[in-house]
């Protein structure tokens, strides 16, 4: 019976996944024009594939809805800016991502808006009671209030992962494992904000919980004067890395290759159910963020070691 109900969704996601790009598809000069050229139409793409698996997928929804709602933080956080510095619409609606249908937080709403307070009042769930306490706490301080709504985003990955069943621990390790990354991403923002190490540690959702605040800490005091990074690491992330990183870029790639991993092997270990949903999505993702990445470096890199920094081992990178 689970079976029936999951293979529909399947067979769309395994189709999905066989037009991923390959590393030629990105040295390509075809793939320089799509980097520069196509980022609507891209992005268009990833929001329909999310709409191709809430409809085809018979559960599940709420960590589905999480991960879009990634990129609507990201269009909040737009917004909050842009209001908080009076900035006319002109300046920055072009960069707002447009969910379509899937969207709660509408372009319309933020771009006639006369005040941040006026247009945070009226939003709906699941923003409004969270973004109402921010603006309260971090109305003179824009930098905290942006960490603090990836903060809450990436909790509610969190919580929607461990409420997934027993049997849909696949999906949530690909979660958890995206959870991690967005982590060490707070911690180094909060270093680059001139935050303690210890407050900075303190942003993290789930490593505090794995690894305790303690190492944490010694991972955000390192500087490159202390040697490789791996010298740092606690042994629950030098072992998810799968390698020695000498700084923080090093560990960003080593991590999401290691994910990419675990997304292509997804689709054999975890047949009908929600797990491979989850990896396709993760793998679009990585797309998506790999073709922004070389257009924003301005021509394909031609060395091994910079196509490895700029795909950061997204569907493009070699296994």
């Known amino acids: 019976m689970r079976a029936a109900r999951f293979a529909y969704g399947q067979a769309r996601v395994r189709a999905r996944r066989s037009r991923l790009p390959g590393p030629r598809d990105a040295a390509a000069p075809e793939g320089e024009r799509v ?11 990833l929001v329909a594939d999310y709409s191709v698996v809430l409809r085809s997928f018979p559960t599940g929804h709420g960590l589905i809805r999480a991960l879009l709602g990634l990129h609507e933080i990201e269009n909040l956080k737009l917004g909050w800016r842009a209001l908080s510095g009076a900035l006319p619409a002109a300046r920055w609606v072009h960069l707002w991502r447009p ?13 006639d808006a006369v005040s941040l ?16 306490a921010l603006y309260r706490s971090h ?22 992962a461990r409420s997934l069943p027993a049997s849909e ?15 060490l991403g707070l911690v180094r923002r909060g270093l680059a904000f001139a935050m303690t190490p210890a407050v900075a540690a303190g942003m993290t959702v789930l490593l505090a919980d794995e690894v ?3 190492p944490l800490r010694t991972l955000a ?15 629950g992330l030098l072992r998810r890395a799968g390698g020695r990183p000498a700084d923080w870029d090093d560990l960003a790639t080593m991590l999401r290759r290691t994910r990419r991993l675990a997304c292509v092997r997804a689709f054999r270990q975890a047949p009908f159910h929600q797990g491979c949903a989850v990896a396709y999505l993760l793998l679009r993702e990585e797309e998506e963020r790999s073709w922004t990445a070389l257009a924003e470096a301005g021509t394909p890199a031609t060395s091994p070691r910079a196509l490895e920094r700029v795909l950061a081992a997204g569907p493009m990178a070699a296994a």
């Open 221 to 235: 005091a390192w500087t490159p004067e202390d040697g490789p990074l791996a010298a740092c690491l606690p042994r």
């Open 35 to 45: 980097a520069r050229e196509d980022r609507n139409g891209r992005f268009a793409a």
């Open 99 to 111: 969910l379509g249908r899937l969207e709660t937080l509408p372009l319309e709403d933020w771009r």
């Open 169 to 183: 621990h696949v999906a949530r390790e690909l979660a958890l494992a995206l959870v991690r990354e967005r982590d």
């Open 212 to 214: 305790g605040l303690e």
């Open 139 to 160: 109305r003179t301080r824009p930098a905290d209030a942006e960490l603090a709504l990836d903060r809450w985003a990436s909790r509610r990955l969190l919580d929607e």
């Open 117 to 132: 307070p006026d247009v945070l009042s009226r939003l709906g769930p699941p923003f409004g009671k969270v973004v109402a």
